[in-house]
């Protein structure tokens, strides 16, 4: 009775080996990254592909573990949610609130040790930051912030939710 159990979840691995998620690359920059939009400076940048882009961009590094299945699975879905987030590829398509909203989160995760995740962080020991790389994330999500709130030109208000949606 157990070989037969482990028979059939070795076929059932075997199987589930052909249905891939569609992985995260993109092969070009989208017309709407952030750094079509905003300075970003280039330790910034650096910053932001060694501990972001995995799960908040177009442009994920997998790491070999990914190519097996159900790994691949939770790890699609785990981007997917993160992109939800926060995506630094869409980023300029943001309504100007939402983008301010969103470097206001990005210091708070990153002020708060939430950001990038520990799960992740163990894993991918390259991406822990130090001190300096987050007190660098920090400013610049806040002194872009700060020019956004500067600039005239740009609309912050959040628009009013409609009745009966609270979240």
């Not at 059932?12 to 998620?21: G, H, K, T």
């Not at 952030?34 to 592909?49: A, C, H």
């Not at 630094?88 to 301010?100: D, G, L, Q």
Request: hydrophobic content about 35%; charged content about 30%; some cysteine.
């Amino acid at each position: 009775m157990i070989k037969k159990i482990l028979v059939g979840l070795l076929i059932v691995l075997i199987i589930i080996q052909f249905i891939r998620p569609e992985k995260n690359i993109s092969a070009t920059l989208s017309e709407n990254d952030i750094t079509t939009k905003y300075d970003v400076p280039e330790d910034v940048k650096i910053i932001l592909s060694k501990a972001c882009n995995d799960c908040h961009s177009n442009n994920t590094n997998y790491p070999w573990y990914a190519n097996f299945q159900p790994v691949a699975w939770y790890l699609a879905d785990h981007i997917n949610d993160g992109k939800r987030h926060l995506d630094f590829s869409e980023f300029a398509a943001y309504e100007p609130w939402k983008a301010h909203h969103k470097l206001e989160e990005v210091a708070e995760e990153v002020e708060e040790n939430k950001m990038p995740l520990e799960d992740y962080v163990r894993i991918h020991e390259e991406s822990a930051l130090s001190e300096s790389e987050k007190n660098t994330l920090i400013s610049w999500s806040k002194d872009l912030r700060a020019q956004m709130e500067a600039d005239s030109t740009i609309d912050l208000t959040r628009p009013p939710r409609p009745e009966g949606n609270k979240h």
